[in-house]
């Protein structure tokens, strides 16, 4: 595993105005920062930091000769503060919104100096951080691509993290049982079919899809705090660019500079495909260089974890070039 490192933000104020003392840690992988152009990739709720080599959340598309080359790029992903991978956890996290993450990431890129990158990528709430930072810092990134989620909270989505706070508030077994309802949204109807076709286990006498949820709730308990998992719910249930702003979200979307590429997965139930292709239209009234690239999948949200070899097809023209055509764009920035 790469090296994990530590940057401190000493009385960061969040939105609400509460003073915070942030460790914001991160890794990096690839060229070194300053030779090749730079990926920021963000993190879903219950990943971390280390997008690959051993326990590597997106090793299918980033390494040697994949999607994300790192012979070509330079990587670097920072931590949630408060998702517990660094041994740091954050108590108060209701005085935090997912606009303070992306400032917190703004703030360490700077304290990197780093002033610009190729491209920021992230999936789920990871992808609504995405937003959040091209709204805050819309000349900051060459690409900005948002997967499997949106600029905003829905109902739906609201709905789904007040159930999963009733459940990590009141249950005896908290992270287990709100990871069982939770991989109900991450798949579909279809996907459950296809795998388990109501087969049975015989040791357990259980189907195998209530073997399965268990298998998932006891794995997730064993390797995730509680603070963490109230800490990401919450910030799920706080995407919102428009928040406080005094335009609507077609003002705020003209001022991205970047490309915008909204990756949507036709199932998904969490981050629904209606929604982004609303998303998509709005934007394109007002801005020329964006694009809707469908994931098409039975498997629901969680197709971005699995549907690697569409997810490639679909950005390939992003990523992958000859690397005198990446010299020539990093010499630009």
Not at 108 to 131: Q, R, T
Not at 139 to 151: E, M, R, T
Not at 245 to 263: A, C, E, P, T
Not at 284 to 305: E, M, Q, T, W
Request: some cysteine.
């Amino acid at each position: 595993m790469a090296d994990l490192n530590r940057l401190s933000i000493l009385n960061y104020v969040s939105s609400n105005g509460t003073n915070f003392d942030i460790e914001l840690s991160y890794q990096t992988f690839g060229l070194p920062i300053g030779d090749a152009p730079i990926v920021l990739v963000n993190h879903a709720l219950t990943g971390n930091s280390n997008v690959i080599g051993k326990n590597g959340w997106w090793n299918p598309i980033i390494g040697k000769e994949k999607l994300i080359d790192t012979d070509k790029y330079s990587i670097l992903s920072f931590n949630f503060p408060g998702n517990g991978f660094d041994g740091n956890l954050i108590e108060n996290y209701k005085d935090l919104i997912l606009r303070d993450i992306a400032k917190l990431f703004l703030i360490g890129l700077h304290k990197l100096e780093i002033d610009s990158l190729f491209a920021i990528i992230g999936g789920s709430i990871g992808g609504g951080l995405v937003w959040e930072m091209a709204a805050l810092a819309p000349n900051l990134a060459q690409n900005f691509i948002p997967i499997a989620c949106d600029w905003k909270s829905t109902d739906w989505l609201l709905a789904n993290t007040r159930l999963q706070n009733q459940i990590l508030n009141n249950s005896s077994s908290p992270i287990h049982d709100a990871r069982i309802h939770a991989m109900l949204c991450y798949r579909s109807p279809k996907s459950f079919d296809l795998k388990f076709n109501r087969s049975k286990n015989e040791v357990l006498n259980v189907f195998n899809v209530e073997s399965w949820l268990i298998h998932h709730g006891e794995k997730l308990q064993k390797r995730f705090q509680l603070s963490a998992y109230k800490l990401m719910n919450h910030l799920l249930s706080t995407i919102d660019i428009t928040r406080g702003n005094q335009v609507d979200f077609s003002d705020l979307v003209s001022r991205i500079k970047g490309n915008i590429y909204i990756v949507s997965v036709d199932s998904d139930l969490f981050f629904t495909d209606y929604q982004n292709r609303n998303t998509f239209y709005k934007v394109c009234r007002v801005k020329d260089n964006v694009f809707y690239r469908p994931i098409k999948s039975i498997h629901g949200h969680d197709a971005f974890l699995i549907e690697f070899d569409q997810l490639k097809n679909l950005l390939s023209e992003i990523f992958i070039k000859d690397k005198s055509s990446l010299l020539r764009t990093l010499q630009k920035v």
